[in-house]
């Protein structure tokens, strides 16, 4: 008899926490989004062009075979997209090695005709052929989805900002949206909108015609002598459905490993430290201290700042990195 009770407890807990696993298990799935996109965190070097900066996608339901999508800037200060002063609407991307490489339509504006924002526009096929396949599904944003190109401004001595916010506007749905390979958006919601507008005769014909009005007014309300009633179709994003992250670029000043926006003497010393003495290393000290970019940081590195500083060496330069 002990030996039964003794197993029999276990088996009745699992069967009142099997309930509870189940809710857990469909409340996660309830809250999986069918669309994620997000705008990489980029740490770029001042003074440089062209560095990408990466749109990830994540897809779960859906084969996106075009998109759209409108890129601001919070502080123009910073950077701006790059683009050419003959065409200054017309802003640069970078398709290789992203979800779109080889798709027939790519291209960016600049709604306001400056490098302070960029309308992305892509579609895998256009009218000529060959056939372009769109982007498959399920995608787990490791790849970017497109990169925006962009150039970096000077970093003065002591700035007051070095951040500059990458926004993705999405209160315009004409400007927003992503396709699947039947043509239906991803992700919106389909409002019905009733509009009544009705009229009240102020003048009627004369008799034998006075069933027929000559002046029509019309009248606040929903009740009148006559009545129209117009349907209007709307969409809007389902933001339970679609989730969107927006992103930064944050300027550094290349080989200023402390972080005061100089570079000096004590820059070569902590670089010492923190390479043969154990001294703690800064966030992002592998990206700003490597001022040869041969992707690592050793005594070539401190060698090149000494030349710069002392021997009328060339300048630092660093690569960009982004999360």
Not at 156 to 165: H, K, L
Not at 210 to 237: K, N, P, Y
Not at 260 to 277: E, S
């Amino acid at each position: 008899m002990f030996s039964n009770h003794r197993f029999d407890q276990p088996n009745c807990r699992w069967f009142v926490l099997f309930p509870a696993i189940m809710l857990i298990a469909l409340s996660a799935v309830a809250q999986t989004p069918r669309l994620v996109v997000r705008v990489g965190d980029v740490l770029a070097p001042s003074s440089s062009e062209g560095i990408p900066i990466p749109v990830f996608m994540e897809n779960y339901a859906d084969t996106v075979a075009a998109f759209q999508f409108w890129a601001l800037l919070s502080n123009p200060d910073v950077f701006e997209f790059q683009n050419t002063p003959l065409k200054a609407s017309e802003v640069y991307l970078d398709t290789g090695g992203t979800l779109i490489s080889g798709w027939q339509l790519v291209e960016a504006r600049s709604l306001v005709g400056t490098g302070m924002d960029a309308k992305v526009t892509a579609q895998a096929n256009t009218y000529i052929p060959p056939y372009v396949n769109g982007i498959g599904y399920p995608q787990y944003g490791e790849i970017p989805l497109i990169k925006i190109l962009a150039d970096t401004y000077e970093l003065s001595e002591n700035p007051i900002t070095v951040t500059a916010e990458i926004r993705i506007n999405t209160d315009m749905q004409e400007i927003f949206g992503f396709i699947d390979q039947l043509g239906q958006p991803i992700g919106t919601i389909s409002d019905t909108t009733v509009n009544t507008t009705c009229w009240n005769c102020v003048q009627w014909m004369d008799p034998p015609d006075d069933t027929i009005c000559a002046v029509w007014e019309e009248i606040q309300g929903t009740t009148g002598d006559s009545c129209v009633v117009d349907t209007f179709l709307t969409q809007r994003l389902d933001t339970s459905a679609v989730h969107i992250y927006d992103g930064s670029l944050t300027l550094f000043l290349c080989g200023d490993v402390n972080g005061d926006y100089k570079v000096n003497i004590f820059d070569i010393t902590d670089m010492i430290g923190i390479l043969y003495i154990s001294v703690p290393a800064p966030d992002h000290w592998q990206t700003i201290a490597d001022v040869n970019k041969d992707e690592t940081v050793n005594i070539f590195d401190i060698a090149a700042l000494i030349s710069y500083l002392y021997i009328d060496g060339p300048p630092p330069e660093c690569n960009y990195e982004w999360n």
